[in-house]
């Protein structure tokens, strides 16, 4: 059944997963990341804040962005972005590296820092990854995998930087 998010709005989990099963999936692996992220601040075990942990991880998922199509990205101005990465790397997560082509361009690349804690958050993917392979055939599991590729590719076009 498709419906509007207005119609979503105040339901029960159950009652999400019947009526739009994308949006209760997207909210499971949403809730379970902001946990993580809040144990991990809580505990100091990430010198992040909230606000730097999603710029650190738009950085990552934008592939080398520079300092421009960062701030242009998230919507903020290039002095806030710049203040924003700064930041990041003070903190070990982030880095700029000169472009071999235009001495004058830099790019913004995580940190193996970065990665130490990103695939801490990658294991609870493979979990569930692994939940899928032992529960679905591998029909299934191969007809999942290329939905999942064209949503990525086709159903979100808004999302894809390069074509910003």
Same mark, same amino acid.
């Given at each position: 059944?498709?419906?509007?998010? @207005?119609?979503?709005?105040?339901?029960?989990?159950?009652? /999400?997963?019947?009526?739009?099963?994308?949006?209760?999936?997207?909210? $499971?692996? /949403? &809730?379970?990341?902001?946990?993580?992220?809040?144990? /991990?601040?809580?505990?100091? @075990?990430?010198?992040?804040?909230?606000?730097?942990?999603?710029?650190?991880?738009? &950085?990552?998922?934008?592939?080398?962005?520079?300092?421009?199509?960062?701030?242009?990205?998230?919507?903020?101005?290039?002095?806030?972005?710049?203040?924003?990465?700064?930041?990041? &790397?003070?903190?070990?997560?982030?880095?700029?590296?000169?472009?071999?082509?235009?001495? /004058? =361009?830099?790019?913004?690349?995580?940190?193996?820092?970065?990665?130490?804690?990103?695939?801490?958050? @990658?294991?609870?993917?493979? !979990?569930?990854? @692994?939940?899928?392979?032992?529960?679905?055939?591998?029909?299934?599991?191969?007809?999942?995998?290329?939905?999942?590729?064209? !949503?990525? $590719?086709?159903?979100?076009? =808004?999302?894809?930087?390069?074509?910003?």
């Amino acid at each position: 059944m498709n419906t509007n998010s @207005e119609e979503r709005v105040g339901l029960s989990s159950a009652e /999400r997963l019947e009526r739009n099963p994308l949006s209760a999936v997207y909210s $499971k692996f /949403r &809730i379970h990341y902001y946990r993580d992220v809040f144990r /991990r601040i809580n505990s100091r @075990e990430l010198s992040l804040t909230t606000t730097e942990v999603y710029c650190v991880e738009i &950085i990552h998922s934008l592939g080398k962005p520079t300092i421009q199509e960062f701030a242009n990205f998230i919507g903020i101005s290039s002095p806030n972005a710049t203040y924003k990465v700064n930041s990041l &790397i003070k903190k070990g997560y982030v880095e700029k590296v000169q472009s071999d082509m235009d001495k /004058r =361009e830099f790019y913004l690349d995580v940190t193996d820092k970065f990665y130490r804690y990103y695939n801490i958050n @990658e294991k609870y993917l493979d !979990i569930v990854e @692994e939940r899928l392979k032992k529960d679905l055939s591998k029909e299934e599991f191969e007809m999942f995998n290329n939905t999942l590729k064209k !949503i990525y $590719k086709d159903m979100m076009p =808004e999302m894809d930087p390069d074509k910003e």
